[in-house]
């Protein structure tokens, strides 16, 4: 298997495993996917379960797109997460500091995720 293919493969199953609600819906969570980021269900499935022998690289780009998008909304997500825990728990000097590094962290890093370098790399193999 092709290393872009491969790539494709490992970023869909981590989408669906973001997706995923729980047993048994792994078929939505890649239905939820496919139209959210306008991507063909039958390419996710192939990349889920079957991986192709080939594929357009149009579509491997389209995927890491939306890979980066989940992976930006997951980080979000976690991020409101802890900000309420800490909350809850009441803040005190050190538990701000850290807010604080992950959210300069997390602005910083969506620069250097999987899916911007993915094309540079690719395109050199």
């Known amino acids: 298997m092709k ?7 490992k970023m869909t199953k981590e989408m669906v495993k973001l997706e995923t609600e729980g047993t048994g819906d792994t078929d939505n969570a890649m239905r939820r996917l496919s139209d959210r980021h306008k991507l063909p269900y039958q390419l996710l499935w192939n990349l889920r379960f079957r991986p192709p022998k080939s594929i357009a690289y149009d579509l491997v780009l ?3 797109e939306a890979y980066r998008k989940e992976c930006r909304s997951a980080g979000a997500a976690l ?4 900000e309420a825990a800490l909350i809850e728990e009441g803040l005190n000097a050190t538990d701000r500091n850290i ?4 959210r300069s962290v997390g602005r910083h890093a969506e620069g250097a995720d999987e899916a911007r370098s993915f094309g540079r790399n690719a395109a050199a193999a």
């Open 79 to 82: 991020l409101v997460e802890a």
């Open 99 to 102: 807010l604080v590094a992950a």
């Open 62 to 64: 389209f995927i890491a």
């Open 3 to 9: 290393d872009y293919i491969a790539k494709a493969a």
